[in-house]
């Protein structure tokens, strides 16, 4: 099982910036991918950055110049930095991690946070 512990949210003018924080714990052999998603309201949850364990790192179109992600493998973290937000940022954002374990690999998702870019 993994636990993910999400942290920085929040209300942001547009422009602004924003650092989201994501944490693993819990049992595992390894945690593999780990990525942010978001999804605004009625709307489908979609991929804003990934890292895989290696260093490789993915980002949406939207993403792409704005957003920078980091991994430290060694406290199983991710962050998040967003920069020159706008309002269609506005999205609730999810933690995503992928968990090596003795029986296979399995999905885990945190609990969400707020991000609302807005005057």
């Known amino acids: 099982q993994v636990r993910l512990v999400e942290s920085g949210g929040g209300l942001v003018q547009p422009g602004g910036s924003l650092r989201l924080s994501c944490a693993a714990s819990?049992?595992?052999?390894?945690?593999?991918?780990m990525a942010w998603h978001r999804q605004a309201q009625g709307k489908q949850r979609e991929l804003v950055a990934l890292?895989?364990?290696?260093?490789?790192?993915q980002y949406s179109a939207s993403a792409k110049g704005r957003f920078t992600i980091s991994r430290d493998n060694a406290k199983n973290t991710i962050d998040l930095q967003m920069e020159n937000l706008k309002p269609e940022d506005t999205a609730v954002y999810y933690c995503?991690?992928?968990?090596?374990?003795?029986?296979?690999?399995?999905?885990?998702w945190g609990q969400g946070t707020q991000v609302t870019v807005s005057f």
């Open positions: 890292t895989t364990r290696g260093g490789r790192i």
């Open positions: 995503f991690a992928r968990g090596d374990h003795e029986v296979g690999t399995w999905d885990y």
């Open positions: 819990g049992g595992f052999l390894d945690i593999l991918d």
